[in-house]
Each structure stands twice: as structure tokens, then as C-alpha cells.
């Protein structure tokens, strides 16, 4: 049985080559998702996120480090 699974985004999200986003999840306004990224979680609006498993490094504009 297959399952319709999708995501949305927000507005100004950039995705960069080799980034995967996958199972349901919302992706915030003004994300920036880094190559190869493997995005599994929601993304909160105005974060950059990069690796595989995705952290977030940059949250409302302040420097940060937390697991997605």
C-alpha cells in the first residue's frame, strides 16, 4: 500500500542541490536548506539547516546548533 506523502514551504526557501526532503513536513518562510541535506523534520521559518542528519546553525538570525 503506498502512501501519498507530501511537504510544504514557505515563501523565499532555497534548496540547494543534493538536499533531500522527505516524509510530511512543513518547511518555514526564509529557510535556507544546504546541499546535501537530508531534511526528515518541519523546518522552523528564518534557519539555515545543513548535514545529514539536518541541524539547524543559524536560527532567527543568531548563530546556533541544534538537532532537527
Do not use: H, M, Q, W
Not at 514557505?10 to 534548496?15: D, K, L, P, R, T
Amino acid at each position: 500500500e503506498f502512501r501519498r506523502v507530501l511537504f510544504r514551504s514557505g515563501n523565499n526557501v532555497v534548496v540547494s542541490c543534493g538536499a533531500s526532503i522527505l516524509g510530511d513536513c512543513i518547511i518555514g518562510d526564509n529557510v535556507i536548506i544546504g546541499a546535501g541535506c537530508v531534511v526528515v523534520k518541519s523546518v522552523p521559518a528564518n534557519s539555515t539547516i545543513i548535514g545529514n542528519p539536518a541541524v539547524i546553525v543559524k536560527k532567527e538570525g543568531i548563530n546556533t546548533y541544534e538537532l532537527l
